[in-house]
């Protein structure tokens, strides 16, 4: 009997001592740190390279830029919608602004383009009447902002700040030259509306000023004469043609001429029904 009792006094002590084995090893268990992840604000994710994200931790304040993000990149002309583009005409191109404001002119943007130096977008100025539009001047505006107008008649491109626009002057004939050319004296002047005047213009000259500039075999010649429906209209010439109706005529004329690298390119009569003197 009391080998019995010894028996279990001794599982009783071995079951106290493991139960406070597992009591210690909880209490060292709790005793360690727990893991945690970021939370709120408390941390910064630095980019890296590709776009990925890393949770190292940063003492920066500032925010970092992503490696792997593209730039926008810059807009050229050949990207600005059409609006834009008509405005950047008009804005950097007084004359052409004027012919819209004021004479009604209609800018079309064709999405045609033209070779020089560097693709460039098309605009036409025109009349458009009943729906129908007439190209009269073409510009076209480069990747580099430049604008150049193109000249039919010599069939080249010209930067718009080398265009000497056309303009009205009276014209006279000076002399002939050996080379098939002739010298024509011009004196510029300015037609103006007036309501007040006998047939609503007036030519004014400020000062008369004969100016000489040469006509070649290149020139291109208008001269009014009796028209098949109308009375009068704008009948093209040769040269000499135009030279001879001159000396019929014995008088001065009044005409639109277009100048280019010191010569005449371009000469056109205006009609005027009262006398010009």
Known sequence: M?????????????????????????CDKGSDPIASHPTGGSSELTAVPGGETSSRQTVSTEPTASTGQTEPTQRTFADLPVEELIDYLLS??????????????TVLVSGEESEYKSKCRDIWLGTDLDGKFTREILYSICDTGEI??????????????????????????????????????LDDVVWVDDSSEPNGYRIDNDKEEWVPYIASLQTECHVLGPGEESAMELWQVSLDNFVAELNMRGEDILVE???YDGGIYYISEVYHPAPLY
């Open 92 to 105: 950097e191109l007084p004359r052409a602004h004027e012919m819209v404001t004021e004479y009604g002119m």
């Open 2 to 26: 009391k080998s019995k009792t010894n028996i279990q006094q001794i599982i009783v002590f071995m079951l106290a001592a493991v139960f406070c084995l597992l009591i210690l090893a909880a």
């Open 257 to 259: 001429a277009g100048i």
């Open 148 to 185: 150049f107008e193109y000249n039919a008649v010599l069939n080249l491109w010209q930067k718009v700040e080398d265009v000497i626009p056309k303009f009205m002057a009276v014209l006279r004939l000076d002399k002939a030259l050996d080379n098939d050319s002739y010298i024509f004296l």
